[in-house]
C-alpha cells in the first residue's frame, strides 16, 4: 500500500509541475504581444498618456519574472485582472474584472459538460463491452463503420445536422440555445439537450472504441484463457477477471474523452449560441482581448490536465498488481 | 522440353521477375478492400479539383454578381451566397484552399517533428531531454486551446495559422518518430555506419528513415486529417482562413443561416451541408486508405 501511495503522490507533484510550466507559457502571452498592440486595443486615436498608462497597467515597464509571480498570485486568489473590451482612445475605462464575466459562464459548460458525461460514458461503456464480446458478427462490425465515420465528421457538421433534423424538420427542441435569466433547472435541461447530444455523438464514438480495443486486448491474455477452460461462465469472465484488468485502461478512455469534451464545447457552444466559456473564449480571441482568453486557456488547460492526471491515478490505485507488493 | 539444355540457374533467374515499384503497386492494389478503393478514388478526386481548380470552375473565386441569393440557374448551379458570389465555384476553389493549407501545414509539422525526433532519437543527450520534456508540457495543453491562444496574440492570418498549427502538431509527430526510431537505432548497421564516420545527416536519411517509413506514412494520413479538421474548425469559428479566400469552414457558417429555411426550401436549406459534406467525405476517405496500409503493412490482421 505504501508504494501505491508514493507513486500517487509523485503523479500529483507531476501534474503540479505541468500546471505551472503551462502557466508560465500561458503568462508569456502578453510578452509576446507584438508592439503594435496597444494600439489595436485602445485604437488608432489613443492618447499618449493612455496608452502609457495601459503599458504600465499591463506592467511592461517590470521585469517578467516580477511580473509572473504577481500575476501568478493574483490568479490562485482568483483575480484574472481585468478585460480589454470596453477600453476607449479617451481614457474612459468601462471594462469589468474578467472573473465577472466568466463565472456564469463557467457555470453553464460545467452543465452541459456534466449533462454528456452522465450520457455518454456509461452508453460508451455499454457499447464497446458488447462489441468486444461479439467481436467480428453484425453488431461488432456495424458500429465499427458507423464509429469510423462520425469519428472523421467534423463537430459542426454533426451539430448542423441534429439542428436540421429535432430543431427545424421537426421541432421539438430550439435551435438556438440562449439561457435567459432566471430560468429553472428543466428549463436549461431543455436548452442543452441539442448540444449535448451533439457532444455526446463525438465523444461516444472514441470512446467506444476504445474501451473496445482494451477488452479486447485483455480477452486475448492467458488468464482468461484459463478460466474460460476452467468452465467459468462468461458473466464471471468477465466481471471478475476481465473488469479488475480493465478499470486503468478504461478510466483513460474515460478521462481522455472528457478531455476531448473540453475541446468539443469550443465549436459546439459557437453552433448553437450556448452561453458557455467555449464561446466566451471563441469572441475574446476574435477581439483579442488577452486577460479573458488567459484565463479561458488557463481553465480549460488546467481541467485537461486534472483529469489526465486523474486517468493515472485510477490506472494506479486499481491495479490489483501493485496492491500486493512483493 | 529437352534435358540437354536444361539449366537450373536459367529456371530459377525465370522465376524471380523483377517488378517495378508501379507493378508492385498495382499488384498491392488489386487486393486492396473495397473502402480502400472507395478512399484512394475519393482523394484522387479533390486533388483534380485543387490542381485545375481554374479549369473546371465556371466563375472566380471571389467575383461578385449582381443579384445576391439568386436561387439555382444555369448560370449558378448552386445560387449565389449574401455577397453574390457563385457557391459552385468557392465550393471547387475551397477544395484548392483548405486541403491546400492541411497539406502545407502537415509537411511542415512532418519536416519540424520528425526531424528533431530523429535527431534526439540518435543523439540521446541532453538535446533529447530538453525536447522531450518540452514536447511533454506542450501535449499537457489541448491543441485547439492553445492554438485559440495563440492566434489571439499574433491575429489570424493564413501564415500565422500553417506556422501555429504545425508546431503545435509537430509534437505528436515528434513523439512517433522519436519512439520508432529508437528501436531502429540500437540496430548493428546504425552502429557500422556510425564506426564508418557517417555523418548525422547520413545516418538520418540512408539508415533510420527507410526503416521507419510505414507507420510514419499512416501517421501522415491521420495527422493530415486531424489538421485539415482543426483548420475547418478555426475557419468554421472565423479565426482560421480569412475571408474573401474561399474555404469550406467559413462556408459552413456563412451558409448554415439557411437551414432555418429547410421547411419552406430544401434546396436552399441543405446548402450549408455541402462543404460539411466535403469535409467529412475526405476526412474518411483518408482514414480508410490509412486503415488499409496500415494492415498491409504491419500485419495487425485481427484488429478488425
Not at chain 1, 485604437?43 to 516580477?66: H, I, M, N, S, W
Not at chain 2, 513523439?175 to 545527416?201: F, I, P, Q, S
Request: charged letters at 15%.
Amino acid at each position: 500500500m505504501n508504494s501505491v501511495l508514493i507513486t500517487v503522490i509523485q503523479r500529483l507533484l507531476l501534474g503540479l509541475i505541468t500546471l505551472f510550466f503551462v502557466s508560465i507559457i500561458i503568462f508569456a502571452m502578453v510578452a509576446m504581444l507584438p508592439g503594435d498592440f496597444t494600439q489595436a486595443v485602445l485604437g488608432q486615436a489613443a492618447l499618449e498618456e493612455t496608452v502609457q498608462a495601459f503599458r504600465k497597467e499591463l506592467g511592461l515597464d517590470q521585469p517578467a519574472v516580477y511580473r509572473y509571480f504577481q500575476w501568478l498570485g493574483a490568479v490562485l486568489q482568483g483575480d484574472f485582472g481585468t478585460s480589454f473590451s470596453g477600453r476607449a482612445s479617451s481614457g474612459i475605462d468601462r471594462s469589468r474584472p474578467v472573473l465577472e464575466l466568466i463565472e456564469p459562464r463557467l457555470y453553464n459548460t460545467l452543465f452541459l459538460a456534466s449533462m454528456t458525461a452522465i450520457v455518454a460514458v456509461p452508453l460508451a461503456l455499454y457499447l464497446g463491452i458488447t462489441a468486444a464480446l461479439h467481436r467480428n458478427g453484425f453488431f461488432d462490425r456495424l458500429i465499427n463503420t458507423v464509429t469510423l465515420v462520425s469519428i472523421s465528421l467534423p463537430e459542426f457538421l454533426v451539430a448542423y445536422v441534429l439542428m436540421a433534423l429535432l430543431a427545424v424538420l421537426w421541432p421539438v427542441f430550439p435551435p438556438i440555445s440562449e439561457v435567459r435569466p432566471g430560468a429553472d433547472f428543466f428549463d436549461r435541461l431543455y436548452i442543452s439537450v441539442l448540444p449535448a447530444l451533439t457532444l455526446t455523438m463525438v465523444t461516444i464514438a472514441h470512446m467506444m472504441r476504445m474501451t473496445r480495443a482494451a477488452i479486447i486486448n485483455l480477452l486475448a491474455s492467458p488468464y482468461v484463457e484459463m478460466a474460460r477452460l476452467k468452465g467459468v461462465a462468461q458473466r464471471e469472465i468477465i466481471i471478475k477477471h476481465v473488469l479488475p484488468n480493465a478499470w486503468a485502461p478504461i478510466a483513460t478512455v474515460i478521462a481522455f474523452n472528457l478531455a476531448y469534451l473540453v475541446i468539443g464545447v469550443v465549436v459546439v457552444e459557437t453552433v448553437f449560441t450556448y452561453p458557455g466559456i467555449g464561446r466566451l473564449m471563441v469572441d475574446s480571441v476574435t477581439t483579442r482581448d488577452i486577460p479573458i482568453v488567459q484565463a479561458c486557456g488557463l481553465i480549460f488547460a488546467g481541467t485537461y490536465i486534472f483529469l489526465n492526471m486523474s486517468a493515472d491515478i485510477i490506472g494506479i490505485v486499481t491495479n490489483p498488481r501493485l496492491l500486493h507488493p512483493r | 522440353m529437352s534435358t540437354k539444355n536444361y539449366s537450373a540457374t536459367a529456371e530459377v533467374a525465370h522465376v524471380r521477375t523483377r517488378r517495378t515499384w508501379l507493378h508492385r503497386m498495382w499488384l498491392g492494389l488489386k487486393k486492396a478492400p473495397l473502402t480502400a478503393w472507395f478512399g484512394l478514388i475519393v482523394i484522387l478526386g479533390y486533388l483534380f479539383c485543387m490542381i485545375f481548380a481554374d479549369l473546371i470552375a465556371p466563375h472566380g473565386e471571389a467575383e461578385v454578381f449582381a443579384i445576391p441569393y439568386a436561387p439555382w440557374s444555369e448560370e449558378h448551379r448552386l445560387g449565389t451566397d449574401h455577397l453574390g458570389r457563385d457557391i459552385l465555384s468557392r465550393l471547387i476553389f475551397g477544395a484548392r484552399n483548405t486541403v491546400g493549407i492541411a497539406l502545407l501545414t502537415t509537411l511542415l509539422s512532418f519536416a519540424i517533428g520528425g526531424g528533431l525526433g530523429l535527431v534526439a532519437a540518435i543523439n540521446r543527450s541532453w538535446l533529447d531531454q530538453i525536447l522531450s520534456r518540452f514536447v511533454d508540457i506542450l501535449l499537457a495543453i489541448p491543441s485547439l486551446i492553445f492554438a485559440l491562444m495563440l492566434l489571439a496574440v499574433f491575429g489570424s492570418s493564413v501564415l500565422n495559422l500553417i506556422i501555429i498549427i504545425a508546431v503545435l502538431d509537430s509534437t505528436r509527430v515528434f513523439r512517433l518518430t522519436r519512439a520508432v526510431a529508437l528501436n531502429v537505432v540500437v540496430m548493428d548497421y546504425v552502429e557500422a555506419a556510425r564506426l564508418r564516420g557517417e555523418k548525422l545527416g547520413w545516418i538520418m536519411r540512408r539508415e533510420i528513415l527507410p526503416n521507419i517509413m510505414p507507420p510514419l506514412v499512416a501517421e501522415f494520413g491521420l495527422r493530415f486529417s486531424f489538421v485539415f479538421l482543426t483548420i475547418a474548425a478555426l475557419s468554421f469559428l472565423g479565426l482560421g482562413i480569412q475571408p474573401p479566400t474561399a474555404d469550406w469552414g467559413t462556408m459552413v457558417r456563412e451558409l448554415s443561416t439557411f437551414i432555418n429555411y429547410l421547411n419552406y426550401d430544401l434546396r436552399l436549406g441543405l446548402l450549408a451541408f455541402i462543404p460539411g459534406s466535403a469535409i467529412a467525405l475526405l476526412t474518411v476517405a483518408v482514414n480508410f486508405v490509412v486503415d488499409w496500409f496500415l494492415h498491409q503493412t504491419s500485419g495487425l490482421r485481427d484488429e478488425h
